[in-house]
Structure formats: structure tokens, C-alpha cells
């Protein structure tokens, strides 16, 4: 993989390009993706996003999603955009098979792969150029420094500010992880200095629940959550049958595992979903936990230290006891973190 900076040159000539990022994709991997849009569109290329599968709602208002092609509801269309493209460009993800179906058909197209991420591990072979740092707060993030370093600061406008700073919210929690550096609120002052309206960001992303969301996570609290003290953990396993009756949508359960690291003393959280296909564990951890290689060694997932996720072919209630019997071998570990 080339290093990004020997991308810029290429960015003065017209080509084809689409843009994807990984699966239900979030705040970070849409807000980055249609930055990047609105950016590749200026400069007067031929751009697409096409996302693997739907996104959650509370993503809609965001300038340009109306373009954004869903793989999964337009096969044909978006296989033959990405047949036909000189460039992909691979958002908010480490390797191919976060893209779900997309994998096979990004792998077979001519297009030249170009990687901006920052999870652990990527898989940069696959990639012509690239960028991976996982120092970085989001992938939002670096694709404002890809504006600015490729000497187009000009060109942001109140559209892509918009998309940045979504990402740049979710994937810090609302600038408060360790990963909140001094150049992600230097960002954001300069955002602000555009005229970015920041509060009516947060409403869109944070105040969009459904009743039946706040009562699905009220019962999620009372009745699914199992906690550890002695381990400093606590877990959720919420069953299909809750996903029904609370007539929950894509994007309904995020930032839910959250809460769980908001108990007094609580280092290492999880929660497991029984989705169609597979169980999606989520991870969040505090300290030097490292959720990333926990997720890789038991769930075949993955994703940054202190946030991470995974999947288990297994029933629910077999993979959270699976869960269970894992973190009793790291007592010591767990009782130890500060
Ligand atoms: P979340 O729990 O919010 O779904 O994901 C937490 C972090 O881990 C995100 O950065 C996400 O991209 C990453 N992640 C989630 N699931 C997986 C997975 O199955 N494999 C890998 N490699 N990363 C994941
Ligand atoms: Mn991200």
C-alpha cells in the first residue's frame, strides 16, 4: 500500500470513483463517506457512495444521503457502477469482509482500493494506497486532514463540515474518550469558525427515539442486564423477541453498551444482539482492557482497544455463557483495573 500523500497528484485528474465504508454503517462511517463525496464532487470527479447495506434514521438529515446507493435494496445498479469505477475508496473499516456481501465484488473490480481508516490490524495488502492510524479519533478526522494536506482547505463547505463533525461526535462520545486530542477540537473550532451549527447535530443524531426505543431500553435495563461487581463487567443479551415487540429499527441499539460502562466500578461492558443471520457482541472497555484482541481471540471480530465487536454462529444464550466462563479466567486482570 502507497502512502495517501502519493494519492493527492492523482486528485487533479477526472475518474471514476465510489465510495463504502463497512456494513450498517454509523455516524463515522457515513459522515466520513459523504464528506468525502462533497469534496471529490467539487474538485469535479465522478463519485457514488454505495453503502453494504441500510444505515439507522437518525442518519438521514445529512447532506447527501438521499444519493447514498444501498447495496443490499440495488444489486445490479451498484455492481456495475463499482465494475466500471477507477477508484474505490474503503471508509471507517480494516478489511474487506465488513462490507458483507460487497466483498467479493469490490475484490473482482479493476478499481484501484484505497484505505482510510483507523481500526487495528488493517489488512493494507489488499490496498493500491492508503492511510491507517489508529491514533486517530475517527475516520472523519482524516479525511479532514486528507482535505487540508492535499491543500484543499478552501473547499469545506457548510455540507462537509456538517458530515465531519457527525463523525467526529459519535466515535469520541461526544468529545470525552481518550482519543479527544487537541487537533480534534482544533477541527471543531474551525468548523465552528464556517459556521457549522453544532447543537442542532446533536439533536438530530441523540433526540430522534422512538417511544418504543426508550421503553426497549428500559426493560433491556431491568430485565437483560447481568452485573459482575467482583469482575468489574456487565452484559446484556437482548433476545429477537424484544426487537419485535419494541419494533426496533436499524440503529436502535447503538451507544446502548454505553450505559453499561457508566456503573460505578465497571471496566469491561458487552452486549449481545441475536441478529437474522449471526450474534453481534459489542464491546466498550475503560483502562488497558483491550477489547480489540478479546473480540479477535473469542469472537472473531475485532476494532480499537476500548471499543470493539465480534460475532458467534452460536445461540444467544450459548454465547453469553460462553461470555461468562471466558472473563472467569480473567479475574485477575478485570480485579485489577483502575
Ligand atoms: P460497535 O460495537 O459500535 O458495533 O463497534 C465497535 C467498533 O468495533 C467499531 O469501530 C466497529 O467498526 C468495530 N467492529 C464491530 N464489529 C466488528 C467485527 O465484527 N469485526 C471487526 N474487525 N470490527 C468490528
Ligand atoms: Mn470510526
Same mark, same amino acid.
Given at each position: 500500500m502507497q502512502s495517501i500523500e502519493q494519492f493527492y497528484p492523482i486528485l487533479n485528474q477526472p475518474f471514476k470513483a465510489v465510495i463504502t465504508a463497512h456494513q450498517k454503517p454509523d455516524g463515522d462511517a457515513m459522515g466520513s463517506s459523504l464528506a468525502l463525496f462533497h469534496f471529490l464532487k467539487s474538485l469535479g470527479h465522478d463519485v457514488t457512495v454505495i453503502s453494504p447495506t441500510n444505515w439507522a434514521a437518525f442518519l438521514d438529515w445529512m447532506p447527501g444521503t438521499n444519493e447514498v446507493i444501498d447495496f443490499e435494496a440495488n444489486k445490479e445498479a451498484a455492481t456495475k457502477i463499482i465494475q466500471e469505477a477507477d477508484y474505490v475508496f474503503c471508509l471507517?473499516? #480494516?478489511?474487506?469482509?465488513?462490507?458483507k456481501h460487497l466483498e467479493p465484488i469490490i475484490k473482482e473490480a479493476k478499481a484501484i482500493k484505497i484505505l482510510i481508516d483507523h481500526h487495528q490490524q488493517p489488512d493494507t495488502p489488499s490496498f493500491g494506497y492508503g492511510i491507517s492510524d489508529v491514533k486517530m479519533s475517527s475516520t472523519c478526522e482524516m479525511i479532514y486532514d486528507f482535505i487540508v494536506q492535499s491543500g484543499h482547505s478552501n473547499l469545506i463547505n457548510l455540507d462537509i463540515a456538517a458530515c465531519l463533525y457527525t463523525g467526529l461526535m459519535t466515535d469520541t462520545g461526544s468529545f470525552r474518550?481518550?482519543?479527544?486530542t487537541a487537533s480534534v477540537h482544533k477541527i471543531v473550532a474551525h468548523l465552528k469558525e464556517l459556521g457549522l451549527q453544532h447543537s442542532t447535530i446533536h439533536e438530530h443524531i441523540?433526540? #430522534?427515539?422512538t417511544e418504543g426505543r426508550l421503553k426497549f431500553m428500559g426493560n433491556a435495563f431491568l430485565n437483560r442486564m447481568q452485573v459482575f461487581p467482583a469482575l468489574k463487567t456487565a452484559v446484556m443479551a437482548i433476545p429477537k423477541t424484544d426487537i419485535y415487540k419494541f419494533e426496533l429499527k436499524t440503529g436502535?441499539?447503538?451507544?446502548?453498551?454505553n450505559y453499561l460502562l457508566s456503573?460505578?466500578?465497571?471496566?469491561l461492558a458487552a452486549i449481545v444482539i441475536d441478529r437474522e443471520e449471526e450474534r453481534k457482541w459489542s464491546f466498550r472497555s475503560k483502562g488497558n482492557f483491550d477489547v480489540n484482541i478479546f473480540a479477535r481471540t473469542y469472537f472473531d471480530g475485532g476494532g480499537h482497544a476500548n471499543a470493539a465487536g465480534g460475532n458467534s454462529k452460536k445461540s444467544l444464550e450459548e454465547t453469553l455463557n460462553d461470555f461468562k466462563t471466558i472473563i472467569e479466567n480473567y479475574k485477575s486482570q478485570l480485579t485489577q483495573l483502575k
Open positions: 471507517d473499516f #480494516n478489511i474487506l469482509h465488513r462490507t474518550f481518550p482519543s479527544t441523540y433526540d #430522534n427515539s436502535d441499539t447503538e451507544g446502548l453498551v456503573i460505578e466500578g465497571i471496566k
